[in-house]
Each structure stands twice: as structure tokens, then as C-alpha cells.
């Protein structure tokens, strides 16, 4: 039996993250540049959210450019922006055909200004399309949109628009850059490592976690099958027993 044939299409995980790892180790491996490993890890883009939206996720959250990134060698991270630009340019009229809308959170005020406008402009051509919604975490770090939501909060307490004793989880979703989406239901991680680096860490907190020694460039949609297949056989209680829960 086939992994597709196995995964519950009443039961699917509503938002998947995917921390996308081991581009530069796949690059080395194959003894090529690092930009080389980037490059081949968009074919894995185009496959997973082709795969994501025939299967009917809503949500598919790609971490794309953390705010640590910068601190790469700065011809990569050039190279990181020149192909940011081109791919998204090449895959607007993919995505419009396809019916998926293309959103971004993170600091994007920071990044180049070639780079920005045609996010910008790939995002408002999308913005009708309801099949499945596609996010790029760019410039992102869960740490800084935690401080940014505080500091929301903050005026909004000091303009008198909410008493701080009201203050609760909604208040504090509704401040962070994923306001308008369900949390990520199963995260996943490639290439081996088995950490969240900084990455969604308030919307995770129910979250099931899947961590795959692939490497991002190699990572296919039998990939994501298996992921979604091992977070259906999970069970999630979100703090009950499993005899509380509903058959």
C-alpha cells in the first residue's frame, strides 16, 4: 500500500510548518557550492505545495529566512535574495492557477528592496485565491514577533483600549503575525537536526513534531505522506486521558 493511501483525508492537520534544513550539507555532499543546495531545495518548494494542496491542507508554512540568516557569509545570503526574487516571480502564475494565495510574516520591511516588491506584488496578485494559503517566514524569528505582539499589546493598554487585567491567550494571538491562521498542527524538520530554532514557538505549543534525516533538496512528497501518516497515528489529548477523548 502506498503512503498517500494511507492518510486520512477527514483527518488532516489543518496548518503544517516546515523548517526546511540541509540545504548547504546536500550542496557539500554532492561537492557543490552552498548556493547550489538552495537552488535545488526550490524543486522540494514547488513539490511539497503541489503535494500540500491536492491532499487539502489549508496552511502550509515554509520558515524560508530566519533573522539569524543575516549573519551568513554575505554572498550566500545575496545569492538567498537574488533567488527569493526569481523564484517568486516564476511561480505567481503557478500559484494563481493552482488557486493558492501567497502570505509572508516576519520583520519583510528589512529586506532588500528588489526583494520586497516582489513579494509585495506576488502576495496582492494571490490575494483572491482561496485554495490553500502558502507563508513564507522571511526575516522571521519567533522571538522578535513575541517582543513586536508585547509591545502591540502594550500601546494598546496604554491608549486605554484594553485594562492589561484582560490580557489573555486570544489577546496575544491576535497581536502575533499569524492572527488570521490556525496554529501549525504537525511541524517538520529535515536533515537530522531535532531542534524548533526559533521558529513559531507560541503557535507550536500543541503541535506534533516530526523530525526526518532527509535533507531538504531530497525531500519529497512521499516525504511529506509519511509525516502526515505518522501524525495520524498520534494521539492528541491537549492535556486530557485517552478516555476523555471523543472516538
Known amino acids: 500500500m502506498d503512503l498517500k493511501s494511507q492518510i486520512n483525508l477527514d483527518k488532516l492537520p489543518k496548518h503544517i510548518a516546515v ?10 555532499k554532492h561537492g557543490m557550492p552552498r548556493v547550489f543546495g538552495h537552488r535545488s531545495g526550490v524543486k522540494s518548494v514547488r ?9 487539502g491542507i489549508g ?19 545575496t545569492a538567498l535574495m537574488t533567488l527569493l526574487v526569481e523564484t517568486i516571480k516564476s511561480e505567481v502564475k503557478t500559484l494563481n492557477k493552482n488557486n493558492i494565495r501567497l ?11 528588489r526583494s520586497l516588491k516582489a513579494l509585495l506584488k506576488a502576495i496582492d496578485d494571490t490575494k483572491e485565491n482561496t485554495r490553500m494559503t502558502l507563508v513564507l517566514a522571511l526575516n522571521y524569528s519567533a522571538k522578535w ?3 513586536n505582539a508585547t509591545q502591540k499589546i502594550a500601546k494598546q493598554v496604554e491608549s486605554g483600549e484594553i485594562s492589561a487585567e484582560n490580557i489573555d491567550e486570544n489577546t496575544i494571538a491576535q497581536a502575533l ?14 536533515s537530522g537536526e531535532t531542534r524548533i530554532s526559533n521558529f513559531l514557538l507560541w503557535q507550536i505549543a500543541y503541535a506534533e513534531l516530526y523530525f526526518t534525516p532527509v535533507f531538504w533538496p531530497d ?14 497515528q498520534r494521539e492528541r489529548r491537549f492535556g486530557k486521558i485517552s478516555e476523555q477523548l471523543t472516538p
Open 219 to 232: 525531500f519529497r512528497k512521499k516525504d511529506l505522506y509519511q509525516a502526515i501518516v505518522d501524525f495520524q
Open 59 to 77: 496552511y502550509l508554512t515554509l520558515y524560508a529566512f530566519s533573522t539569524e540568516n543575516w549573519n551568513r557569509p554575505k554572498g550566500e545570503v
Open 177 to 190: 503575525e499569524t492572527k488570521d491562521m490556525p496554529d501549525p498542527e504537525l511541524l517538520i524538520r529535515t
Open 145 to 147: 514577533e513575541i517582543v
Open 103 to 113: 502570505q509572508a510574516i516576519g520583520d519583510i520591511s528589512k529586506l532588500p528592496p
Open 19 to 28: 523548517i526546511m534544513d540541509g540545504n548547504g550539507r546536500w550542496a557539500k
Open 47 to 55: 513539490e511539497i505545495t503541489e503535494a500540500a494542496t491536492e491532499l
